[in-house]
């Protein structure tokens, strides 16, 4: 149940998804992560299937297929969804977000908690705008927030210069030496290499890098203003998944979050990392979620 599907919405945007799993099953939304973009969710489809769960997968604005809005904010995310569910003729539902999806996931909670039964986070961004300091940051979120607040002219330039080299795709003989260069958690570098995995992870990543540098850069611009609410504002069931060898955001980062949501249920798993949690760990993730 693949192919690129179109909701049609004001002035001639589009919101583009793509389904996976069961057509028929219970209906969760995925959350891509940054930069990703809709294919991310091919990570769910074997285990979907099984367990009969419809997985829809929407591009936020300006990512890969969907139409590019400059000035959109996080709170703009939940009419767009509600645009997308209301199109399926699906009543209420659930969402699972993957890392940069998180924040996605939560303003949706809190904007139509009626309709939202649950929401499964694997990896989630936490509010940057709330930060002391960079501690516990993969060391790259470190550097963007620093451009960001210090020098945010430069950020246009640096992601168009980016782009060409984020948006080739390495041939599958290079690909060992590629995940040598990221200096990888080992638990994230071995679950990488299967081939499945790599394409859902970095073939979504170059759709969003082929579509707008500018896309992008809007959506990676979001995490760093302030979302608009309260973590405690999510009071729909959350559950909370989180490697200890994370290094993308400390686990520290995500227990101190954990404490804060009115209902969470959170699993800090050991010896899996920011990648090998959600690529090791779905089927589990999505059984969870069916089931609350």
Same mark, same amino acid.
């Given at each position: 149940?693949?192919?690129?599907?179109?909701?049609?919405?004001? #002035?001639?945007?589009?919101? !583009?998804?793509?389904?996976?799993?069961?057509?028929?099953?219970?209906?969760?939304?995925?959350?891509?992560?940054?930069?990703? +973009?809709?294919?991310?969710?091919?990570?769910? #489809?074997? &285990?979907? =299937?099984?367990?009969?769960?419809?997985?829809?997968?929407p591009d936020r604005p300006g990512i890969s297929g969907s139409t590019m809005h400059v000035d959109r904010k996080l709170s703009d995310w939940p009419s767009l969804l509600v645009r997308l569910v209301d199109d399926l003729e699906i009543g209420d539902f659930r969402i699972l977000a993957i +890392?940069?999806? $998180?924040?996605?996931?939560?303003?949706?909670?809190?904007?139509?908690?009626?309709? !939202? =039964?649950?929401?499964?986070?694997?990896?989630?961004?936490?509010?940057?705008?709330?930060?002391?300091?960079?501690?516990?940051?993969?060391?790259?979120?470190?550097? *963007?927030?620093?451009?960001?607040?210090?020098? &945010?002219?430069?950020?246009?330039?640096?992601?168009?210069?980016?782009?060409?080299?984020?948006?080739?795709?390495?041939?599958?003989?290079?690909?060992?030496?590629?995940?040598?260069?990221?200096?990888?958690? &080992?638990?994230?570098?071995?679950?990488?290499? #299967?081939?499945?995995? @790599?394409? $859902?992870? @970095?073939? +979504?990543?170059?759709?969003?890098? =082929?579509?707008?540098?500018?896309? !992008?850069?809007? #959506?990676?611009?979001?995490? $760093?203003?302030?979302?608009?609410f309260a973590i405690e504002d999510v009071r729909v069931p959350v559950r909370l998944w989180h490697g200890i060898e994370d290094r993308a955001f400390a686990v520290r980062l995500a227990e101190e979050i954990a404490n804060r949501f009115p209902n969470c249920k959170a699993r800090f798993i050991?010896?899996?990392?920011?990648?090998?949690?959600?690529?090791?760990? *779905? =089927?589990?993730?999505?059984?969870?979620?069916? $089931? !609350?």
């Amino acid at each position: 149940m693949h192919g690129q599907n179109i909701v049609q919405l004001h #002035d001639g945007a589009v919101l !583009v998804f793509e389904e996976y799993g069961d057509p028929d099953g219970v209906p969760v939304i995925f959350c891509h992560g940054w930069p990703s +973009s809709r294919t991310m969710a091919q990570l769910t #489809d074997e &285990p979907a =299937r099984s367990l009969g769960i419809r997985i829809i997968s929407p591009d936020r604005p300006g990512i890969s297929g969907s139409t590019m809005h400059v000035d959109r904010k996080l709170s703009d995310w939940p009419s767009l969804l509600v645009r997308l569910v209301d199109d399926l003729e699906i009543g209420d539902f659930r969402i699972l977000a993957i +890392s940069g999806g $998180a924040p996605y996931a939560y303003a949706t909670a809190v904007a139509i908690p009626e309709r !939202v =039964r649950a929401i499964a986070i694997a990896g989630g961004v936490i509010p940057f705008a709330e930060l002391k300091d960079f501690k516990g940051l993969l060391p790259l979120y470190r550097w *963007m927030l620093a451009f960001y607040r210090n020098r &945010p002219h430069l950020l246009r330039p640096l992601f168009r210069l980016a782009q060409p080299f984020l948006s080739f795709r390495a041939p599958i003989r290079l690909r060992p030496l590629l995940l040598k260069m990221l200096l990888l958690r &080992p638990c994230d570098a071995a679950s990488l290499r #299967d081939d499945a995995a @790599f394409e $859902a992870i @970095f073939e +979504s990543q170059r759709r969003a890098w =082929r579509g707008s540098a500018e896309g !992008v850069m809007i #959506d990676a611009q979001i995490y $760093a203003q302030p979302w608009g609410f309260a973590i405690e504002d999510v009071r729909v069931p959350v559950r909370l998944w989180h490697g200890i060898e994370d290094r993308a955001f400390a686990v520290r980062l995500a227990e101190e979050i954990a404490n804060r949501f009115p209902n969470c249920k959170a699993r800090f798993i050991q010896n899996e990392g920011h990648y090998s949690l959600p690529i090791r760990h *779905m =089927r589990e993730i999505l059984e969870d979620l069916i $089931a !609350v």
